[in-house]
């Protein structure tokens, strides 16, 4: 089984500020770690995943997150906010093998961005 | 050209009618999904076709029936449509149906049950 948490269902940050949006997961088996991003009336975009290799990954949009086993931790980061950065964002588990084969998400967070 | 592709993008209709939404990837991926976004945003897989075989079926009343004619389509029938049943609805596709493949989302469909 797996599961995934988002701290905060809404965070808000100013304009060049440190963007930083909460995730931990539960796992049975190793997980796939994955953050996508929801703009308003669209669908899911992938930022980056997480499968196995390097713990620290890069994605589009300057954004990076880091996992942390020892934590159960998958946190999305992002230096300096931009407006174009506010959006719905989803983290989502997934495992290998079985039943484990599909997305599991985190209930998402809003990002809003000020100017 | 669009990834994966869904219709209609919107959708208004009573209670107890039947409805059906079309899902078409051009991306020549094994494995299509649907999801369901409640109006929490909450996203929950429902079905999961590998080459046209249902692989993932999420407790999901019968009343939602898909279908793969194709591995490049795969549609979502709902019979007797109930109030609870609004939601976005989102088609995804993944080249394999491996953990660690990324999905494609299409652009919804928001299902309306008045």
């Known amino acids: 089984a797996q599961s995934v948490t988002q701290l905060g269902s809404h965070v808000s940050v100013s304009e060049g500020a440190l963007v930083l949006l909460r995730c931990n997961y539960s796992?049975?088996?190793?997980?796939?770690l994955f953050w996508y991003v929801q703009y308003p009336n669209q669908g899911l975009q992938l930022l980056l995943k997480?499968?196995?290799?390097?713990?620290l990954v890069k994605g589009i949009n300057g954004f990076e997150a880091e996992f942390k086993k020892s934590e159960t931790s998958f946190h999305l980061t992002k230096p300096s906010a931009h407006m174009s950065d506010a959006a719905e964002y989803f983290c989502?588990?997934?495992?290998?093998?079985?039943?484990?084969?599909?997305?599991?998400f985190g209930k998402g967070t809003l990002l809003t961005v000020n100017p | 050209d669009t990834a994966v592709s869904q219709t209609p993008k919107y959708l208004v209709t009573q209670m107890g009618n039947d409805k059906s939404i079309k899902c078409e990837q051009n991306?020549?991926?094994?494995?299509m999904y649907w999801y369901k976004q409640d109006s929490k945003k909450f996203l929950k897989i429902m079905f999961s076709?590998?080459?046209?075989?249902?692989?993932i079926n999420e407790t999901v009343p019968n009343r939602f029936s898909p279908k793969s004619p194709d591995k490049a389509h795969l549609n979502l029938h709902i019979n007797s449509l109930e109030l609870g049943d609004s939601a976005v609805y989102f088609c995804?596709?993944?080249?394999?149906?491996?953990?660690?493949?990324?999905?494609?989302f299409g652009q919804g469909t928001r299902l309306t049950v008045v």
């Open positions: 995804a596709s993944s080249l394999t149906g491996a953990g660690d493949t990324e999905a494609f």
């Open positions: 796992s049975s088996v190793p997980p796939y």
């Open positions: 997480y499968t196995s290799a390097a713990t």
């Open positions: 989502a588990v997934s495992g290998s093998g079985g039943s484990n084969y599909k997305l599991t």
């Open positions: 991306l020549g991926h094994d494995t």
């Open positions: 076709y590998n080459n046209k075989e249902l692989i």
